[in-house]
């Protein structure tokens, strides 16, 4: 058992805190959002992710799991400290740090002699050493520890990772914390500081890479009568390829791929090397968004003024609450200054909220977002869509067209009972 604090619940840190001390461990938990700590400290876990309730509501039981809103008094004991804190994007796309830095100055005088500092948070190439100067202790280590988990399956992903990444030059504390990972069945690799956060961002850019080259073969597949659907069967049963992140869509989105993606061609351009590859990506996937947009305009017979459209799905993808970049919203934005009256349902939406427009209607259930709309489209790929009523939503619309752009629609259903039907790539 060792004494852990992590410093930021978010997604990242409350799976963190959470599993951890699933395995044993005593964890105090800190965040400055005074109205989460209260509610965590309650049992009312504040994010939608699969398992979480169960984890939190187990460590407080046994008193495994604490929080407090004071970064200092949860590191006075630990042995490591995780920083899970936001690293948002800068205007120019470069990483803004402060948070990393406050959290830093908050804990840097509470940390016990021979404790790490270990970053979890998505930070470039040199933070370990913008960590140290603000930390200012040669009695303590700082490691780099990047998260990979996914929102949606975190504490999965957290318990059972694919690989575990541990950056020093203390190679001493590197062994320490992977120790935390020893029951876990994952590769660790021990690294230097500067490799470790590359991997995060060589990560991230990749996948994105990935959903940007299936979207442009969905365009392709499109110009010339194909499906990218068993395209993408094909493709990935080829062991070199892999069938993961295969699935074409309205573009890719969420808290880390666009403002890490942006943030590593800050740091190759910075260093010299004009990283045209992911140029391309980025703007296959602003094409994308547009894409989807011109489908529902042509669905609407041409305009979009005064049309109303239904949405299914506002998050960023499936089986979570996170709102942050969401293609859903840049589509829906589009959709708005060409005049469009939007009407949205999501599972995890039951009122307005940021950065939800104003304007759109957050309705209760799928069927009636589509009453008296022209257009349907389907943004986000929630399961429970699949089995809908294609008969009871054309009794509802005042016109029959789906714009699908996650393709999980019953396209031949949807066509039988009437509908219009445009998917992605077919
Ligand atoms: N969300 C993901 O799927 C994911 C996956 C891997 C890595 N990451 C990275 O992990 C980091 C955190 O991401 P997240 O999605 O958990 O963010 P989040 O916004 O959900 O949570 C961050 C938390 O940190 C708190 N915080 C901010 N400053 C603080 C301070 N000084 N002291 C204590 N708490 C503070 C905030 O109040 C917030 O609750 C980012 O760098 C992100 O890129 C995220």
Known sequence: MTALAVIGTGYVGLTTGAC?????????????????????????????????ELLVEEG???????????????????????????????????????????????????????????????????????????????????VSNPEFLREGSAVVDFLKPDRVVIGADDKEAAIRVAALY?????????????????????????????????????AVCEAVGADVDDVMLGLGYDRRIGEGFLRPGPGWGGSCFPKDTRALLRISEGAGYPFRLLEGVLEVNHQQLERVV???????CGSLDGVVVAIWGLTFKANTDDLRESPSLAVIERLLE?????????????????????????????????????????????????????????????????????????????????????????
């Open 20 to 52: 951890f001390a699933h395995l044993g461990h005593e964890v105090f938990c800190a965040d400055i959002d005074e109205e989460k700590v209260a509610r965590l400290k309650r049992g009312d876990v504040p994010i939608v992710e699969d398992r979480i």
């Open 60 to 142: 407080l039981r046994n008193g495994r799991l604490r929080f407090t809103t004071s970064p200092a008094e949860a590191v006075r004991e630990c042995e490591v400290a995780f920083l899970c804190v936001p690293t948002p994007s800068a205007a120019d796309g470069s990483v803004d740090l402060s948070h990393i830095e406050s959290a830093v100055s908050m804990i840097a005088a509470d940390l016990p002699s021979g404790s790490i500092v270990a970053t979890k948070s998505t930070v470039p190439v040199g933070s370990a050493r913008v960590v140290e100067r603000v930390l200012n202790r040669h009695d303590v280590s700082v």
């Open 182 to 218: 020893l029951d876990m069945p994952s590769p660790v690799i021990i690294t230097d500081p500067a490799t470790a956060e590359t991997v995060k961002y060589a990560a991230n850019a990749f996948l994105a890479t990935k959903l940007s080259f299936v979207n442009a073969i969905a």
């Open 294 to 300: 011109d489908k529902v305009e042509r669905a609407a």
């Open 338 to 426: 060409r005049g469009a009256v939007v009407r949205a349902w999501d599972p995890t939406v039951d009122a307005p909220r940021p950065p939800i427009p104003e304007s759109v209607e957050i309705c209760a259930d799928p069927y009636s977002a589509c009453a008296g709309a022209a257009v349907l489209a389907v943004l986000t790929e929630w399961d429970e869509l699949r089995w809908l009523d294609a008969n009871k939503v054309a009794e509802l619309m005042s016109q029959q067209a789906v714009v699908d752009a996650r393709n999980i629609l019953d396209r031949s259903e949807w066509l039988r009972v009437g509908f219009d039907h445009q998917g992605i790539g077919r």
